[in-house]
């Protein structure tokens, strides 16, 4: 989760007002672990992003972003090559906001798109409560068009539990081994916590569980109750966050982001496991910490539904810029190319 910086994204708007045309921008370049990692979208901001490969390529989403006062409430980009990324500021996947969010600061966070059995594009992502704006909730978006417009029509949100804190950081995941669909999310406890690191280092630390739901083939219908995953402890800073499912080499691979994305300790870690449900391993090491490949606070990973293409983002000049690389596990380790 991230708030876009309205300096950031007037400069954005300069780079890519020449042309009403998706601009396209440099190829990323996928180095050995080590060197410096090379941003995709010339280093524009694109915090929080998410992404599904379609039949024409690649195609992402990221958190909103503020240009010449007006909100963008999901960025989009694409590629047709996972190189060659076209992207214009100010173009909006979801212009429309549901009801129940709040409309002066709507805070629209981390969409994540999926594909349905009937070819309709779902999007899940979080957005300030109108009735209680300390808060975000988790809602769906659909559309028959991966860029969108998405259009979310409900009254209330699709998973908002107020007294724990709300709910962010949805990402869907399809098990191809059991046809069954699941969405992941966190517990935000740290928007009640009682401060410190991104609300939540002084005592009691309130808890931040990513929570697997289960939902039918319409994406939304929810099927049994939540199954917690794992849970922020005294390692993981004020939280864990930003939780990605994905199926790699016989295992269950959850992504997450332990401690305050404000501060150079944010960072991409993983559990595996081999049931959905879990139980689900911490690995001993962080997948990206500052250092590595020359990134600063990276965080936020989302992976291709049962591939292994990976998307996160980093601090870079006023914002967070959007990266890609290639995952592999073995021996119960995840590198990256």
Not at 62 to 84: C, E, F, G, L, M
């Amino acid at each position: 989760m991230f708030f876009v910086p309205l300096l950031y994204s007037f400069l954005l708007t300069v780079l890519t007002l020449a042309s009403p045309l998706p601009t396209a921008l440099e190829a990323p370049t996928l180095l050995p672990r080590g060197a410096d990692r090379v941003p995709i979208l010339l280093g524009a901001n694109f915090p929080d992003p998410g992404f599904i490969r379609t039949s024409t390529g690649w195609h992402a989403f990221s958190t909103n972003a503020r240009i010449n006062n007006n909100w963008t409430h999901v960025q989009y980009a694409s590629t047709p090559d996972w190189k060659n990324w076209y992207f214009t500021s100010g173009q909006d996947a979801m212009p429309t906001l549901a009801s129940w969010v709040d409309p002066s600061s709507p805070r629209v966070w981390a969409p994540d798109v999926n594909v349905l059995p009937d070819g309709t594009y779902i999007m899940y992502y979080c957005a300030a409560l109108k009735s209680q704006t300390n808060l975000h909730c988790v809602s769906y978006a659909t559309s028959k068009n991966v860029g969108g417009p998405y259009v979310d029509s409900s009254s209330s949100p699709f998973i908002c539990p107020q007294s724990a804190g709300g709910a962010i950081d949805p990402a869907g995941f399809f098990d191809a081994k059991t046809n069954e669909r699941y969405v992941v999310y966190k517990v935000d406890g740290n928007a009640i916590g009682h401060g410190g690191e991104c609300g939540n280092t002084v005592p009691p630390i309130v808890g931040t569980p990513l929570l697997l739901q289960q939902v039918s083939t319409d994406g939304f219908t929810k099927l049994g109750s939540p199954v917690q995953l794992i849970t922020n402890e005294e390692s993981d800073g004020p939280y864990v966050e930003a939780p990605s499912l994905s199926y790699l080499n016989g295992k269950y691979i959850l992504f997450y982001s332990p401690q305050c994305y404000l501060t150079s300790k944010y960072s991409v870690s993983y559990a595996t496991s081999d049931s959905i449900t879990g139980p689900y391993t911490r690995a001993a090491n962080f997948l990206f910490s500052t250092g590595s490949d020359g990134m600063v606070a990276p965080g936020g990973l989302d992976i291709a539904v049962n591939g292994d293409h990976a998307m996160w983002h980093a601090n870079y000049g006023l914002g967070r810029a959007a990266y890609t690389g290639i995952l592999k596990l073995s021996g119960g380790v995840v590198t990256a190319t």
